[in-house]
Nanobody, 124 residues
């Protein structure tokens, strides 16, 4: 599956952005989807994940209550709505896909499909 992220940019602290990840292929609706981020000099870290039908969602503690993951299977797209952004949210954000939402969803190495990333910069 081919994944293409969009929606990144520069925003002031307290602002909002919505990231999108468009997927190719007719089997998108069967895939679990995730968002990860990587700041300079740091490891790629889990942000959020959603099951194939949207019935199960997970968030990193650092974004819980501020970020919302959702999906539109008719549009082959997964979203990450980011509110109350903080400078520490600055990173390249990556979309990921897997055939199922396993117990080890927080480990980036367990996700086989990745997008190219989109930069999010939050100024103080």
């Amino acid at each position: 599956v081919l994944l293409v992220e969009s929606g990144g940019g520069l925003v002031q602290a307290g602002g909002s952005l919505r990231l999108s990840c468009a997927a190719s292929g007719r089997t998108f609706s069967s895939y679990a989807m995730g968002w990860f981020r990587q700041a300079p000099g740091k490891e790629r870290e889990f942000v959020a994940a959603i099951s194939w039908n949207g019935g199960t969602v997970y968030y990193a503690d650092s974004v819980k209550g501020r970020f919302t993951i959702s999906r539109d299977n008719a549009k082959n797209t997964v979203y990450l709505q980011m509110n109350s952004l903080k400078p520490e949210d600055t990173a390249v954000y990556y979309c990921a896909a897997d055939t199922y939402l396993g117990a080890s969803y927080t480990y980036f190495s367990n996700w086989p499909y990745w997008g190219q990333g989109t930069q999010v910069t939050v100024s103080s």
